[in-house]
């Protein structure tokens, strides 16, 4: 399985990269391929201009540029997907410090019939938190190449399984796995979460 992490965002709200902001010692990024090692043969990087971001991981870390520059989360889950040595890939953003491996791990087990599979509660879909299929390629294409960016555009045109609340609940009952860092206040509410929660590296 293939993880694909989005970096591509402009961290407008933040004022500088999300994915270098710190929690315990330990960058947003590194959070995140922290739990992907453990499900993943790959990691891909989707950043805006191909740049590096520095993280470390047992498993091959690569970065992709944006194939369609600008055109947010969607061109990303593209450009990760054409790398990608995978059928299918784990997609999350870079700033969801928190992701539930279990839940992650669930949505590997029953996505093999499926092109996308994502969690979903009550109305809200968290398309930043699914796997997805490589039979999305073609449809995001289209999508890109008429400017629309709602990834949400996508799950008519594709086949896919929602991981209701009761499911998502068996492993991830605060729902932290969609927690994700857009402003100061979300940051300092992550490291007090972290610290709460004994997540934090033994050396801080």
Not at 30 to 56: K, N, Y
Not at 153 to 161: I, N, P
């Amino acid at each position: 399985m293939t993880s694909i992490i989005l970096a591509g965002g402009k961290s407008l709200r933040l004022g500088q990269s999300k994915a270098l902001q710190v929690i315990g010692g330990k960058s947003l990024i590194q959070w995140v391929v922290d739990r992907l090692t453990i499900l993943s043969t790959e990691i891909i990087i989707a950043t805006a201009h191909g740049e590096a971001i520095p993280c470390s991981s047992a498993v091959r870390i690569r970065t992709v540029a944006d194939i369609y520059p600008g055109k947010g989360p969607l061109a990303g889950i593209y450009s990760g997907l054409i790398a990608s040595s995978s059928s299918r890939a784990i997609v999350v953003g870079c700033d969801t410090p928190f992701l539930s491996v279990g839940l992650l791990e669930y949505m590997t087990q029953i996505c093999s019939t499926f092109d996308v599979v994502v969690p979903r509660i009550k109305d809200k879909v968290e398309p930043l938190c699914a796997v997805y299929s490589k039979n999305c390629l073609a449809p995001i294409q289209e999508l890109l190449e008429q400017d629309e960016r709602q990834i949400i555009k996508l799950f008519s045109m594709v086949k896919v399984r929602y991981i209701e609340e009761d499911e998502i609940n068996s492993f991830d009952l605060e729902r932290l796995s969609f927690f994700n860092i857009n402003s100061q206040a979300d940051l300092e509410r992550a490291r007090k979460l972290a610290a709460e929660k004994g997540w934090l590296p033994k050396d801080n």
